[in-house]
């Protein structure tokens, strides 16, 4: 591998709309990083995102801001302390239905992202947990651009080990919160 190359991806079947030549290296080139890397970003989806935005981030001040700009971001409709919506803001922005679209392929990946995906949809409707994987694409793709750090997966089942530690930290804090403690029975298998 070349500095100027990215490193090998992922095994993808072309797509019918795929470019004829090797879109993915000049993307790298202009990026600095491999956006491709991220799951359910493909060679498309990456590019569509740099058209709209380009590789200098420096106009964002910070990852919330940029996912803000692309309409990914709750609205905050509050009034005398009582929120009368949070619903997001509509917006025609070709990156973020780009990212819309890609979040909404991670429904069957077999990553951290996909596992976050699955875990949306058991929580909220389809439209909105699609909004929410798609917010952590971009703040995913703000940070890879501004740090100049590859993406690494770290896969689903170690999503899953830290929802779970999660769960029974909140679960021993309210059990303590109720002068109770929590015991750890034997694992199911």
């Known amino acids: 591998m070349h500095q100027g190359e990215p490193a090998p991806g992922k095994k993808r079947s ?8 090797d879109l993915r290296t000049q993307l790298f080139k202009m990026c600095g990083v491999d956006l491709t890397r991220i799951d359910g970003i493909d060679i498309a989806t990456a590019l569509v ?12 001040a910070s990852d919330k801001h940029f996912a803000s700009w692309l309409g990914l971001c709750p609205g905050t409709k509050i009034t005398g302390g009582k929120v009368l919506s949070g ?5 025609a922005n070709r990156a973020a239905q780009a990212l819309r679209m890609a979040a909404a392929a991670l429904r069957t990946s077999h990553s951290a992202l996909g596992a976050y995906f699955r875990r949306m949809c058991s ?4 439209p909105k947990a699609v909004t929410a994987a798609a917010h952590k694409l971009a703040r995913l793709i703000y940070a890879m651009l501004t740090k100049s750090e590859e993406y690494t997966d770290k896969g689903q089942d170690y999503y899953e080990e830290r929802y779970r ?3 029974l930290r909140q679960l021993s804090k ?3 919160k109720l002068g109770m403690t929590l015991v750890a029975t034997a694992q199911p298998i």
């Open 14 to 21: 072309r797509a019918r709309n795929a470019p004829k030549f």
């Open 49 to 60: 995102v740099m058209s709209e935005v380009g590789a200098d981030m420096s106009r964002f």
């Open 87 to 91: 619903k997001t803001k509509r917006c």
């Open 123 to 126: 929580r909220m409707d389809k």
């Open 165 to 167: 530690e999660r769960v």
């Open 174 to 176: 309210r059990a303590e």
